[in-house]
């Protein structure tokens, strides 16, 4: 079964500074990857998503993660952080066709921006 | 225009209650699901509905009885509420497997 670890439950950053949020993935099968974040007391809201296409893969707001096969990873990166950064962040895998589709979700990040 | 909508937004019943949440999609998507995010902000599937088919059902106790009455629609029917059925339910939709999902701004359940 595909899974999805998120390092770090939590990451602090300063205004200005580079985001780093890891994200490690396992799946016998090339995967769809996905991130999304989540503000306050709202839904989940697509940052970016890898299908094969591209490695480096760039996402609203800044964002972009890089896929790397042989790490299994999938980390989102931004160059410089904005307060309106501050949110939880969710990686998660797509189980293949037979299996609906589903996302299998990390355990998110959650991300501070001090000033 | 929400692409993603469900009611209510917040719902706090009693246990033993029965309640419903709907979602609605227009988005035209075949697919629907429904997705439970517990207190530690954990995000786990429920079920999937493919064109009113029901696809997944990831071994949830059978009080939860999703309802499809069209593509556009997936609602979730829970009985006999449990103090362990307070979290966050999301609905999403996504066009087939693998694409996009897309998520509604969900419905927080409080059961006391």
């Known amino acids: 079964a595909q899974s999805v670890t998120q390092l770090g439950s939590h990451v602090s950053v300063s205004e200005g500074a580079l985001v780093l949020l890891r994200c490690n993935y396992s799946?016998?099968?090339?995967?769809?990857l996905f991130w999304y974040v989540q503000y306050p007391n709202q839904g989940l809201q697509l940052l970016l998503k890898y299908t094969s296409a591209a490695t480096l893969v760039k996402g609203i707001n800044g964002f972009e993660a890089e896929f790397k096969k042989s790490e299994t990873s999938f980390h989102l990166t931004k160059p410089s952080a904005h307060m309106s950064d501050a949110a939880e962040y969710f990686c998660a895998v797509s189980e293949g066709f037979n299996q609906g589709g589903k996302l299998i979700f990390g355990q998110g990040t959650e991300l501070s921006v001090k000033p | 225009d929400t692409a993603v909508s469900q009611t209510p937004k917040y719902l706090v019943t009693q246990m033993g209650n029965d309640k419903s949440i709907k979602c609605e999609q227009n988005l035209g998507h075949d697919t629907m699901y429904w997705y439970k995010q517990d207190s530690k902000k954990f995000l786990k599937i429920m079920f999937s509905y493919n064109n009113k088919e029901l696809i997944i059902n990831e071994t949830v106790p059978n009080r939860f009885s999703p309802k499809s009455p069209d593509k556009a629609h997936l609602n979730l029917h829970i009985n006999s509420l449990e103090l362990g059925d307070s979290a966050v339910y999301f609905c999403?939709?996504?066009?087939?497997?693998?694409?996009?999902?897309?998520f509604g701004p969900g419905t927080r359940l409080t059961v006391l």
């Open positions: 999403a939709s996504s066009q087939g497997h693998g694409d996009t999902q897309y």
């Open positions: 799946s016998s099968v090339p995967p769809y």
